[in-house]
């Protein structure tokens, strides 16, 4: 009985020191395997420069993504040009292609495939900053109309595009 009750008190005092060390250090780690350093990001709207324009786009993909970021980071959004963090970019592409073709002359799936250049300024780790294309697509049957497929394809999308971010911005993938 002894040795069960000091080896619970030996687990929980190793336990209080992780927590401890992981406080002390540099940054603030989430389950997510994020580091986050500062306490504020500033977002912008990410502009819509595709030859194909979804009106909305630009909109919901810069929510889809203050969303993710915010809801794993803990920080500030914020308007301030001197905030920790800084985000911006570009819609470059919004295009509907041919991935699947049935009996040599008919299309049997299409793919709608969003591309965006990102700007992420880290003034906290200069070094963590990066511009960069990201790319994703998901595919659809070519019997169904774009347009009774779009959102949902455009909200799978985005929240492949914004783990993507998300993960090159606080994890460093």
């Known amino acids: 009985m002894l040795k069960q009750r000091n080896l619970k008190l030996s687990a929980a005092f190793l336990l209080l ?16 395997g994020a580091s986050v350093e500062g ?28 969303n993710r970021i915010l809801s794993q980071t803990g920080l500030a959004p914020t308007s301030s040009d001197e905030a920790d963090y800084d985000l911006s970019g570009t819609i ?16 049997s799936q299409n793919r709608l495939t969003i591309s965006i250049q990102v700007d992420f300024v880290n003034r906290k780790n200069p070094k963590a900053s990066y511009k960069q294309s990201f790319s994703r697509f998901a595919d659809f049957a ?13 909200d799978e999308i985005g929240r492949q595009l914004a783990d993507d971010i998300f993960n090159k911005a606080f994890v460093n993938w």
């Open 17 to 32: 020191i992780i927590i401890a060390s992981l406080q002390m250090s540099c940054g603030v780690y989430s389950f997510t």
């Open 39 to 66: 306490k504020n990001i500033n977002f912008h709207t990410f502009e819509n420069r595709a030859r194909n324009v979804m009106p909305s786009l630009n909109a919901t993909l810069t929510d889809k993504i203050r």
């Open 142 to 154: 070519a019997t169904q109309a774009l347009q009774n497929v779009e959102n949902q394809l455009i």
């Open 92 to 107: 470059v592409g919004y295009d509907v292609t041919v991935t699947g073709i049935q009996n040599t002359q008919t299309a």
